[in-house]
């Protein structure tokens, strides 16, 4: 399974959202990391074709997606990033309207659905409305939809957002469990959500891919770019306002203020190991 | 701030005009209605009128204030003469100190003189009762407006604000008075305005209220323009101690369907009490001392009464008084205290968790059936249930039902007659009628020559004038016989001339009830076709509430592009989506024309479905020839193809503009043109769904080509929504 963008991009009126995107995804795991407004709701809703592109193609091994139709929606599974619902339904019946929206029917249907709402711990509450889940519950009823139907590609627009880590690390687990033989896009601004699952890591910014590569490698291409500068909670104002993208870390040791950069200053101790895709995000995404 | 939230929120301000604008429209509907009735009437001439006993407005005016010093008197010497009757000396009874008092009441009014004028705008309004029940169904609306901040969360931030509990009930009263104060004042300028321009009368406005007989009782001395402040007052101040009422009852409960349950529970109770108790029950202090009344206050200004309290007269209308001002007075207190004292995110009470815990017992149950409920089940209990499109149904079923006119029709004279020929003759044309009416005509003559004989037997002295009687009442009984003659002969004549031009046979039969459902003289002639045209407004509104929220609501909770992922939530939804839009107008369709069909067929049954159409004369110049029943079929098919097309409409302007703004859309599109057509406005039938909907008075009145037209322009209409619809829907957005 091939599923290649050619030259796709978005324009909202005179904006560009999303600038000529060209680019091919095998079976795996691609987390897509990009600050708020980047565009990562956009390059999902073209791939979902819920929104018209401006140009470009998007090809399933080499068929177009729009001449698809059907077929190619058969294969898809979509968490959309707001949570939207009937409040009056339950887990259950939800699940079933979109089972049977994607053509499911009877003890295939059913079985599937006992199966995805043990898995995301939902069972017990399968028949309260929906209006009484809390914001985390939702957000896993809307996971399980979108695995409804054993998908191909599953698309995820911050599938962790407002559950607590346990539940992130379930959620990361049931994606890592699930993405054999497919292809899995995670949209996230949450480096951890990526971390260890991710096949490829693609950095999107301002509407452009900036870099698309494997965690691995990101980390190595940051190595020599971060530094620290242990600091006192008094110094910590003043670093803050002359490095707006640092971050502050408490350990046992004291305070330390870490910051990115090609041009570390010489106070810092630059770091060679232990490198984090926290800081990858950082250095690409954050520096100005 | 209370206020521009209010104000600023959209959908309450829409509905309120929307409000404003109908009530306006259904009182000038009413009103013409009646005029052009009255026009019927006195086109008899006045011979006719008085033959009937009926008299023009001047006259009963006239006569009315003639008599009205002697009314006055006769209720104060009547009272003198009933205290003279023994079982009224008993000085502590009630009717004694209640006749007493009356006498004391009414004595202000001695002197007073009835004049000569127009009041017909004043009693028109004051007879209104739609404006009443628009006024409290506002009052609903703004106080469910101030519940719509708990759900989105405003309420925590307001609840912290320093003195923000307090502070926002009183608000919240100013609110409610202020908004109930524009709404009035707008609602009745606007009847008023409407009444005055309509009746006239205007320059009678400084006569006496008691001047116009329905006010006769009022024992308020003022004249007609006070009067008519006083009544906007009353209302006003009924209309915001309702509106409180209603408010506190909704904080009662967390739960609003418990709430409103109960406000529903009470008010049915109350409206019992004011609709079901006499004037002569001990009880009758609850029949006006009564919160519908607060809605309704009907009379309670102007007519005199005193219920029993302890043997005590109270008047009516200090009694409401008292009750208007209790019922603020504790509203405001009890709203304010539980405003100011509720946290916004409590925990339910003790009694309301265990009903709310029964609920959810129930619910789950149905929620259980639910789930198996196919994608096509699910459209439909989203509309029926989610969009609370059952109310809806239910109150358009009453509304119908209710206009049903089922009394049962008495054959006299002619009517007889003809009854039973047509009992006996209806048919195909196979001479044994024609054979009837010769042997009929016989007899008439027969009577007629011993008629002409009597008379010149009397003439000349033969037979005594007791006899003479006799024999003219006896010929007196054939004259039903003959215009039944005369009519069928008639019906012959058309039946031959229509075998000679177009070399049709038609068939002998009755066609009253088809000129009920096709022709603009239903009962009588002249009628018009008011009541298809309403039947078939009220069936467009109705589709456009349950089928408002068929596209727009996925879009608006985000389900859509969940949907629009599924490899069955395009095409296959749509037309799932479209077949509900089908079944939708076809219950519309049967309901609405089932009922017509038997209202009809209880009057005057229709018969001999097989006769070609053209038997009937006001079909003479249909070009097609088909049998009744056919046509009948047709013009029900007709009624389905416009209602559906008229679905695609309004999924059109649902599509095109979210939420409450399609359906303003919709409203303004199809309801709009076609109310106003109603009203009058000749130029608005050509872009008036109901022309094409009330397909037969287009035939009737501008010919077969002319509705053939407007049926396929509507079909075009249709279709161009139906795409716009389906490319809205099945591709993706820009
Ligand atoms: N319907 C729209 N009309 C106009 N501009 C839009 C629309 N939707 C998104 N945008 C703009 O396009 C850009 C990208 O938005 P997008 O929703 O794709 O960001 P995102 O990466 O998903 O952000 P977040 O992390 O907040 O979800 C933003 O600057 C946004 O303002
Ligand atoms: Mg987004």
Redesign the pocket.
Known sequence: MKLEIKGLS?K??D?Q??KALNVEFTEGIYGIL????????????LLTDNLKRTAGEICLDGKEILSLGKEYRAKLGYMP?QQGFYEQFSAMEFLRYIGKLKGLKGRKLNGQIEELLTKVNLYEIRHSPMSSLSGGMRQRVLLAQALLGKPEIVIM??PTAGLDPKERINIRNIVAEISKDKIVFI?T?VVSDIECIASKVLL?KK?ELIRMESPAGLIASVRGKAGEIPCTKEELQKLQEKYVTGNTIQRQEGLFFRIVGDDLPPEANVIWNNLTLEDVYMYYLEQS | MEYKRIIKNRKVFLLCVLLLVTTAAAYIYKQINAVSAEQAVSEYGEDALQENGLMSYREFQEQYAASYPGYLEKILTQNDDLTGISIFQKKDSFSFRNLEKTKADYKSLVGLKAEVGNFRALESVVSFETADYITFIFGVILVWSFFDDEKKGLWCVNYATPGGRMKLAMARCGVLLLGNSIFQTVLFFLLFGSAFLLYGGIEDIGCSVQSSPLFRDCILQVNVWEYLLLFVMLHLAAAFAMSLFVWMVLLFCRSHMLSTGLLLIVLAGECVFSNGLSDQSILVGLKYGNLFRLIHPGDILYNYRNFNLFSYPINCFRAYLCLMLVTIMLSIVISAWITSVRRPIATVGKIELRIAGLLKKINRVCHQGLSHLSVFGMEVYKILVMHKGILFLIVWIYLLVSQIDTRSIYYLGTGAVLKEIYSEYSGPDDGRLRAYIVRQEAVLQQEQLQYEKAVSAYETGEISREEMENASMVYSSFSALEGGIESVNMQLGYMERIKEERGISAWFLSDKGYRILWTGDGLYQGQGYGKQEQRGLLAIIVLILLLSTVFSYDRTCGMEKLMRAAPYGREKLFYIKIRVAGLTCLFICLVTYGLELYEVQKLYPVSCLKAPVQSLDFMEHFPIVMAAGSFLLMVEMIHFLVLFMTAMAVFACTVYFRGIKGVAAALIILVFPAALQMLGFDWCQYISVLQPLVYVRILQEHGFVCSIISVIAMMVFGMICYLLVKKRWCQNES
């Open positions: 978005k909202y009126g904006f959202a999303l990009g600050p708020n407004g980047a565009g990562k709701s956009t390059f999902m809703n990033q627009d911050e949209a601004h999107l509407g």
